[in-house]
């Protein structure tokens, strides 16, 4: 089993900066693929970014490619989301998840993860 907790979320106005963080535990090294999602209020849960395992390939949503960095320390079980030039839409609980086997089409797809954290909320005001 691994367990996932995210942190870093918060209150920020648009165009500032977040960083979140996902720490994965259970193992002492995790190699699985890493990303987030995120959901907001009426919406369904949708794929944010990704670091596919292996490979370390990163795969970014259309809506957050060139303002999203993920980035993963292997050595610690980190994944992060370093979130630039944020805009009011991005406002949703984001959470961590991960999976074992995952391949490489089914990155974006929320149901083929195993594993998930609780979220958090990230607010981007106008």
């Known amino acids: 089993q691994v367990q996932l907790v995210e942190s870093g979320g918060g209150l920020v106005q648009a165009g500032g900066s977040l960083r979140l963080s996902c720490v994965a535990s259970?193992?002492?090294?995790?190699?699985?693929?890493m990303g987030w999602f995120r959901q907001a209020p009426g919406k369904e849960r949708e794929f944010v970014a990704t670091?596919?395992?292996?490979?370390?390939?990163?795969y970014y949503a259309d809506a957050v490619k060139g303002r999203f960095t993920i980035s993963r320390d292997r050595a610690k079980n980190m994944v992060y989301l370093q979130m630039n030039s944020l805009k009011p839409e991005d406002t949703a609980v984001y959470y961590c998840?991960?999976?074992?086997?995952?391949?490489?089409?089914?990155?974006?797809?929320?149901?083929?993860?195993?594993?998930w954290g609780q979220g958090t909320q990230v607010t981007v005001s106008s």
């Open positions: 259970g193992r002492t090294f995790y190699s699985g693929t």
């Open positions: 670091i596919f395992r292996g490979s370390s390939g990163t």
């Open positions: 998840a991960a999976d074992n086997s995952l391949i490489l089409s089914s990155v974006r797809i929320a149901e083929h993860y195993d594993y």
